[in-house]
């Protein structure tokens, strides 16, 4: 149960987004307030942790909220119809709404207002009748997009975040939410203070569990036939899962529990998956399939599922009973693979106490377990290969590699925090940072440096595989250059964000690409930069009325733009 001090390190942390923010983007005004600074990077934190979205300066375009867009954008206040942030994921065909509320005080047997959702029910209203011509600003952009998403014949799945630092969320069990989600055809999801601590959580402390198994439902291997040390593959009731992966200690130690009412109140203990690749990512197209299976075909479950990976530093297996059941002892274990399924039967397991009994002690799963010792590289490795037979992105499963973790350190020396995963946070949990940048976005800024402005924003999946050892690679890497690469990216970033109040002109990345390329090949001013790239834009093909009406960003991926400017600039 998160306490006080989770709390504070919540508060902290948000106080940390907010700093970032300030750096990387300059605010309508001045803001001392601490907790208003809080406030605001709560939005942000959340934010990147269940959207998966990295950068800073993307997260504060997601936000609708009124008084966030007053003082960070200097915007007028307008009615947030009880929204305060959107994300439509066209990947997967989601749409999530978020209602935030950030509070100020712990209160440890305070609960989430359960009017929150209802408030929301305004925006939510307006998509349905087809009418946005109340809505304003930003919030009105978002309606008139998901209004047009859902009047195709795609499927799309919206979802409402009820999210506060409060210390009980509330339960979708309850008739008033049920009734809400049957009414809109709307899946509502609590986040609250237990959530979002694991979010933000360092390194933690050693996970050990003890289990016992049917001699037949254990497999071991080793590498060689002499080798002492041995990995295994086994079978585990999935009642069992929830007992060695769940946040009381003794009850991960108590290996000959018969009496499955005990792990009625049992939750997951999120620091087993802090290895894992794909980081905290709270949504997942999958789970619905994964909790119908066990639900309705719990006994099919094992056939269904791919199971768990998981390494530890020390395995000792001790047979016993006469050799009819091997005891088996995992010390300081991790899951790197299969997350999303451990999350979801856990899920599953909250949604009705009775699900352990009725569904999940009659499931089954597959379990490798590998013994690795502290070797970090044989590790991640690991974690890399037997992910890259699902469908993890290219760029999470780059995350562990061993050029990755030099950036994160190397930058983290310049006061710049490299997200290589979603819930990233920085290595120190006290040090205030500059900038935050993604895995990801760096990937692209190298891209352009090495000749791709015009490929950097759309061929993002082409960056992390068969162009990375072009952008990370030994060869091409200079690691000290890194910091001034970030530093520069937020310099034109800036300066674009003030041309655009000024112009009422939209630009994007793809513009701030071309310019650290051109920067990098000519080393003229980043201002006169700017000034030229625009003008070149507008001349380019200007006679032909097919190019000339091409959007901005059009052009700028097109390669025959990319000839016109480096025959402009006589770069070869």
Known sequence: ????????????????????????????QKIEDQKQKERIGFYLLILKSICGIQDILD??????????????????????????????????????????????KFKPDKSQDLNDPFISTKFINALTENNTSAI??????????????????????MSLYIVSNENRELRETDENLRNLKRHYGLEIISIGLVQISQYISPR???VNAEMT?????????????????KSYIIRLPIN???RITCDDEKLRSQYNLEDVSALEEASLDYSVLFDNVRGFVVRSRYNSNISTTLKKEPSKFFMYNNGLTIIAKDIEAKPINVNKKVKLRLTSF???????????????????????????????ILIRVFKTTDDQLLNNKIAEYTNSQNSISSIDLKSLRSEQIQLEQYLDEHEILYSRKTGDTGLSKDKSYKYQISMERLGQILYSLKGNPHKASNRKKQIFEQDYNLVFGDNNLNISESPDHVKKYFQVKSLYESKSKETDRKFSDQDVFYILYLQAKTGREIGELINVLDDLVDLYRAEESEVSSLSRNRKLIQIGFKDFVDQHFSIA
């Open 204 to 206: 933690p402390k050693a």
């Open 240 to 242: 069992e899962v929830i």
């Open 59 to 104: 997260l504060k375009d997601l936000i609708t909220d009124t008084e966030f867009n007053h003082y960070v954008l200097g915007e007028q206040k307008i009615d947030d119809y009880g929204v305060d942030a959107v994300y439509i994921n066209e990947e997967d065909r989601s749409i999530s709404l978020f209602n935030f509320k950030y509070r100020e």
């Open 334 to 364: 991790q899951v790197i693979n299969g997350g999303q399924t451990l999350r979801t039967i856990h899920d599953f397991h909250k949604d009705d106490k009775e699900n352990i009994l009725n569904h999940l002690s009659n499931a089954q």
């Open 1 to 28: 149960m998160p306490n006080i001090n989770d709390f504070k390190l919540i508060a902290k942390k948000s106080e940390r987004y907010a700093e970032l923010l300030f750096n990387s983007y300059q605010t309508h």
């Open 136 to 157: 304003e600003g930003k919030l009105k952009n978002f309606a008139d997009s998901i209004i047009e998403k859902l009047n195709t014949t795609d499927e799309w799945k």
């Open 213 to 229: 198994l049917d001699i037949d439902a254990i497999m071991s291997f080793s590498e060689d036939s002499i080798s002492s040390s």
